[in-house]
């Protein structure tokens, strides 16, 4: 197995962090990574926020349904796309995984908490001061794992098939 297919393969949700501050390399390589990350037509109609002040991560996590522990992280990325974007919730949710992919090669945990069609995607936006042609598709808080769980993953062949999907023939 390659080196490329073991951080995607090992890749998993973490939502408790050391108190370890994340350097500006990995920011910039992970920041990278989503950059240059497909896009329709390459649109590239997409903002990358880098949030580390303690009491805005605090104000963040507040407005969240599912991401309290955004508070308890060093740092947290707010992925917005360009709402009048045809794509951009293509184009955002790939930023997004490679941008955790980025941040998981420099052995930094992350947890995509989503920010589409959720009702604190504005308060957010507006939060952060970002334009309101833009849109909340994901937050994503990271830092060094203080602790990972790994929770088993379904069989291959109980969620894929080739050709057409049906019941196995015996």
Known sequence: MNLGITIIKSRR???????????GDVISDALECARNAPTAKNGQNWLFGVITEKNL??????????????????????VFGERDWTYYLEDCCAATEQLMLGLWAHGVGSCWVA????????????????????????LIPAGYPEDMKLVPKKPLEDISFTNR????KE
Do not use: M, N
């Open 165 to 168: 999907w049906g019941p196995a």
């Open 115 to 138: 920010g589409d069609k959720k009702d604190y995607a504005g308060e957010v936006r507006d939060l952060l001061q970002v334009p309101p042609e833009y849109t909340l598709v994901s």
């Open 57 to 78: 991560l605090k104000s963040i996590a507040d407005l969240t349904d599912h991401g309290k522990f955004i508070a308890d992280a060093p740092i947290c990325f707010a």
């Open 13 to 23: 949700s973490v939502r408790q962090y050391k108190d370890t501050p994340v350097s």
